[in-house]
């Protein structure tokens, strides 16, 4: 599973960004993606994830702001992030959780990063 991920960019707080995430591969082998952030200094961080059967769960910081969803024609998952705060600004990561049939293992795959900035 690869995934490329894309949008992220420079707003002022209480702005809103669209990050995407797009899988290629055996995108029916994943268990779950999720959205992660690591911010200068800090500890990479989950923000939000989704499983395979759409459920979703988001970290206390972003509850009622940000909404993940996908888009199961094009393989993608969507972060909107609203509401923006200067503490939201991070480098965004997207993962998968996928199963490795080969290797009869759980495996995790990394998208690259993108900024995410909030000034203030």
């Known amino acids: 599973v690869q995934l490329q991920a894309s949008g992220g960019g420079s707003v002022q707080a209480g702005g809103s960004l669209r990050l995407s995430c797009a899988a290629s591969?055996?995108?029916?082998?994943?268990?779950?993606i999720g959205w992660y952030r690591q911010a200068p200094g800090k500890q990479r961080e989950l923000v939000a994830l989704i499983s395979s059967g759409g459920s979703t769960n988001y970290a206390d910081s972003v509850k009622g702001r940000f909404t993940m969803s996908r888009d199961n024609a094009k393989n993608k998952v969507i972060l909107q992030m609203n509401s923006l705060k200067p503490e939201d600004t991070a480098v965004y990561y997207c993962?998968?959780?996928?199963?490795?049939?080969?290797?009869?293992?759980?495996?995790?795959?990394w998208g690259q990063g993108t900024q995410v900035t909030v000034s203030s």
């Open positions: 591969g055996i995108t029916s082998s994943i268990n779950a």
């Open positions: 993962s998968a959780d996928w199963s490795d049939i080969v290797a009869g293992t759980v495996a995790r795959s």
